[in-house]
């Protein structure tokens, strides 16, 4: 059974740089076949995808954070993380991190999900 | 970027009843549409993949169709435990999105 994981500081100061940690057990991230992707929830409202890394350390970010996001993976830890730079309070969310299995034409959707960590921006 | 936009946004709904959700997008996907529901304070749960393929482990009453632009889920005999928010997403394009969610209650 594939488990993901969120770590990370709960709480960032404005203008300052989020950084959560996925560690994935019961799989490898160096398997093909996936993206790991970061998707983040503010209050109450609904979801968005932030972008993926593929083991081989490709990216794609959503072009709304493309400016802030940086995604990377660190097979040997079997982790990938996330840093979000120049937070503001709109940044205050739910940050989960999720496997997507890739079909053969690059769609895919999210078989597992972390539970998700509540990350507040405010000083 | 492909906006899916989900009706209705909120449902009241007696136990037994039939829940039909739709997702609509603004352009062509395909089948590139899976569906997932929200419990509160709990992750996402996948229902569906690709429009209409079933999930291991997911009960029967919930199913999806549709191609293209339009999309349905679909939940047979309502249970008090099927109370969540439901999203879908499509992975046709990128950015990836997802529809802005319905909430199910029971009444």
């Known amino acids: 059974q594939v488990q993901l994981q969120e770590s990370g500081p709960g709480l960032v100061k404005p203008s300052q740089t989020l950084s959560l940690t996925c560690t994935v057990s019961?799989?490898?991230?160096?398997?093909?076949?996936?993206?790991w992707s970061w998707i983040r929830q503010h209050p109450g409202k609904g979801l968005e995808w932030i972008g993926y890394?593929?083991?081989?350390?490709?990216?794609y970010y959503n072009p709304s954070l493309k400016s802030r996001v940086t995604i990377s993976v660190d097979t040997s830890k079997n982790q990938f993380s996330l840093k979000l730079s120049s937070v503001t309070a709109a940044d205050t969310a739910v940050y989960y991190c999720?496997?997507?299995?890739?079909?053969?034409?690059?769609?895919?959707?999210?078989?597992?999900w972390g539970q998700g960590t509540l990350v507040t921006v405010s000083s | 970027e492909i906006v899916l936009t989900q009706s209705p946004d909120f449902q009241s709904v007696t136990p037994k009843e039939k829940v039909t959700i739709t997702c609509r997008a603004s352009?062509?996907?395909?089948?590139?549409l899976h569906w997932y529901q929200q419990k509160p304070d709990q992750s996402p749960k996948l229902l569906i993949k690709y429009a209409s393929q079933s999930i291991s482990g997911v009960p029967s009453r919930f199913s999806g169709s549709g191609s293209g632009t339009d999309f349905t889920l679909t939940i047979n005999s309502l249970e008090a435990e099927d109370a969540a928010a439901y999203y879908c997403h499509q992975s046709s394009s990128l950015p990836q999105t997802f529809g802005q969610g319905t909430k199910v209650e029971i009444k």
């Open positions: 352009q062509s996907i395909g089948s590139s």
């Open positions: 890394i593929y083991y081989s350390g490709s990216t």
């Open positions: 019961g799989g490898s991230i160096s398997s093909g076949g996936y993206y």
């Open positions: 999720a496997r997507e299995v890739v079909s053969y034409d690059s769609s895919g959707y999210f078989d597992y």
